[in-house]
């Protein structure tokens, strides 16, 4: 079954980070990439820019709307992402601990499902 694991991110907290400890979150996400790849269970990934470059966009009434920003205002945000192809929800879990931002905020672990609403 595949696995979205969201990686949220508080700014504040990484910002505490020393620049050696920041470096090493990102050496662990190409450990993490390499080990995941080589096991076959890494399916995709995604960095994702900060809330300030996000846009929302609605439509109501058939008019679309952009605002600058995220949907909802949070002190964590949604940084990033893997799909991982997992054999059990707990190996999953187990995929989501290595991730190095695990250690600092949360990975959100979410099953997948396909346009006929079954699990992949």
């Not at 076959?40 to 609605?58: I, K, N, Q, S």
């Not at 695990?102 to 979410?110: C, F, G, P, S």
Request: proline letters at 6%; a negative charge.
């Amino acid at each position: 079954m595949k696995y979205l694991l969201m990686i949220y991110v508080n700014p504040s907290v990484m910002a505490e980070l020393s620049e050696e400890d920041q470096k090493e979150v990102f050496a662990a996400h190409e450990r993490f990439g390499a080990l995941t790849s080589e096991a076959g269970e890494l399916v995709g990934f995604a960095a994702l820019d900060a809330p300030e470059a996000t846009a929302t966009v609605r439509v109501r009434d058939g008019v679309p709307a952009v605002t600058d920003g995220p949907y909802v205002e949070a002190k964590e945000f949604l940084a990033g992402y893997y799909v991982v192809d997992a054999v059990t929800p707990e190996r999953a879990h187990e995929l989501a601990a290595l991730i190095p931002d695990a250690r600092y905020t949360a990975i959100e672990v979410r099953p997948l499902v396909n346009s006929s609403g079954s699990a992949n």
